[in-house]
């Protein structure tokens, strides 16, 4: 499994430099994995991979709420996260997120780009993003 290699605590902190945090060979063998962007040529993948962002988020932060507005999809580089759905009897889990997984596209693709579930940081996670 590809995990960061700092600890846990430096991305609690936010003391990971996140310029350098995923380094750009990382970022492709990523891309190159996910079934969206598996089918994309290397120029592509290259391109996509630098102007990716970096966020870090401590466990039990909530990255992407469900019902608010999202410009932009995220890729786990490292840590876990679980997506749930509103319901009447509580928040339902629909899955586990790791390392290469993707979350967020939903809402670039609907009309009123509209988060479609919650998605919280189980660990310490350490996610690309393209807007």
Same mark, same amino acid.
């Given at each position: 499994m590809n995990e960061y290699q700092g600890s846990s605590?430096?991305?609690?902190?936010?003391?990971?430099?996140?310029?350098f945090a995923v380094p750009p060979t990382e970022r492709i063998r990523l =891309?190159?994995?996910?079934?969206v962007f598996a089918e994309l040529?290397?120029? $592509? /993948?290259e391109g996509l991979a630098s102007v990716m962002?970096?966020?870090?988020y401590p466990a039990g932060?909530?990255?992407?709420?469900?019902?608010?507005?999202g410009d932009?999809?995220?890729?786990?580089?490292?840590?876990?996260?679980e997506v749930t759905t509103a319901a009447a009897s509580g928040p339902?889990? =629909?899955?586990t997120l790791a390392p290469g997984e993707i979350f967020?596209?939903? $809402? /670039?693709?609907?009309?009123?780009?509209?988060?479609?579930?919650?998605v919280t940081a189980v660990t310490p996670i350490l996610t690309l993003i393209l807007s």
């Open positions: 605590s430096e991305l609690d902190r936010g003391m990971v430099d996140t310029e =891309l190159r994995e996910a079934a040529p290397i120029q $592509a /993948l962002g970096e966020e870090h932060k909530a990255i992407v709420t469900e019902g608010e507005a932009c999809l995220y890729m786990i580089a490292a840590g876990r996260a339902v889990v =629909l899955a967020g596209e939903m $809402a /670039l693709l609907m009309p009123v780009h509209e988060r479609q579930a919650t």
